[in-house]
């Protein structure tokens, strides 16, 4: 091999390296701009609570947001999404994660308790009875509210 020759090899070699290394760039740029382009983080402050007490962990299992959602945010994709990204009545009133709350019950309670997560949920409801539409209660509690 003459000198002249492995020059032209040495820099054919180069050149091949410097396009894998730009275009190993450029797919974590394209990596890092799509992921930032799907995220959400506006969409917490569209909640009753306005994203404050749990931020993406209101829908997300991840607390950072991102990945699978939870029961309260497969609602949310299922209701809120088609309709225009908002808190709507219909889910509301829903239970997503089956603790016997409403989603709305739980953004309103004291403290606010997640309304995707089973074990997070406000204090007992009252021991009153609700037989065919009609509420049962005790004396102590009418007697209470006069």
């Known amino acids: 091999m003459t000198k002249g020759a492995w020059f032209r090899a040495k820099r054919h070699g180069n050149l091949r390296n410097s396009i894998a290394l730009l275009a190993v760039i450029c797919v974590i740029l394209s990596i890092m701009v799509t992921s930032l382009a799907f995220s959400r983080p506006w969409r917490p402050a569209l909640l009753p609570d306005k994203g404050e007490n749990f931020s993406c962990s209101t829908c997300h299992i991840n607390p950072a947001g991102g990945g ?68 049962i209660t005790t004396w102590g509690r009418i007697k209470a509210r006069h």
Do not use: M
Request: charged letters at 40%; hydrophobic letters at 20%; proline letters at 7%.
């Open 68 to 135: 699978t959602r939870n029961k309260f945010g497969q609602d949310f994709e299922r209701i809120g999404i088609p309709a225009g990204d908002k808190y709507t009545d219909e889910l509301a009133k829903l239970d997503s994660d089956g603790d016997g709350f409403t989603n709305q019950e739980e953004f309103d309670a004291e403290p606010v308790t997640r309304p995707g997560d089973a074990n997070s949920h406000p204090e007992e409801k009252s021991k009153s009875v609700k037989p065919k539409g009609k509420l």
